[in-house]
């Protein structure tokens, strides 16, 4: 299950969809389901889903994980933080993935990548047992050369590159800090491949940033929440995920055709 796979034409959209839980969670109760808003997504063409299951669970519930481990058709992408607790609800809910994030439990959202390179020793075990069971582990982190090779040295299969400081130079820097940002993401990509690695990307994309990333050669998945469901309020979830898979399409193919 571990073993690389062949990287698709287009990168694979993964729906991440916490944020229906958050708007759920601001009353309780059980509406906004997660669950069916993934079941929507698969009609609407995500090839997978992405849930991150926080310490605090702020918007995620054991219960979501557990339903979206057998209720969607759709291979299920788990965010975890590297600890004992959510590596033994890992091990339980058996997802097709596991993305190993860092965690902090003031911040807003996933702010910085994972430090692979110094906790190695903390990581070790966990990329190990997860693999193990099959699961397949993505390492959430910069795209930076020290941080690709210890993900490499960890046996995981996959990094995920953190998409998020270009996407705030995008909103609010210069263009020539965006620029910069996104070349830094190129080299990691292309950095991590020549590793053996296969390179996702996420955090922040919008129809406006995704498509230079979905650009780079050999990105394989993108993992897109937050934007998704704003939009969601607008024009829907369903459409708003069709127009974003067009995008990604046409921006990959675009390249491609250079
Ligand atoms: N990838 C990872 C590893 C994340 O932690 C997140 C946020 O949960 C995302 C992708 C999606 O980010 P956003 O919600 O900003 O699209």
Redesign the pocket.
Known sequence: MNASRPVPRVPRLGV?I??VATIRNARGGRHPDPVAAAKLAAEAGADGI?A?LREDRRHIGDEDIARLSTEIGLPLNL?MAATDEMLAIALKARPHAA?I?PERREEV??EGGLDAARHHNHLAPMVRQLSEAGIRVSL?IEADEMQLEAARALGAPVV?L?T?AYCHAALDGTAAERERLLERLRRGAAFGQKLGLEVHA????TYDTVPPIAAIPGIAEL??????IGEAIFDGLAPAIRKMRAIIEQSALAAKAV
């Open positions: 991440n916490d944020h992405t991150h965010e993305c994030v959202t996933t959430f995920e953190h998020g996420g955090h922040g994309l993992n897109i929440g937050h934007f998704l």
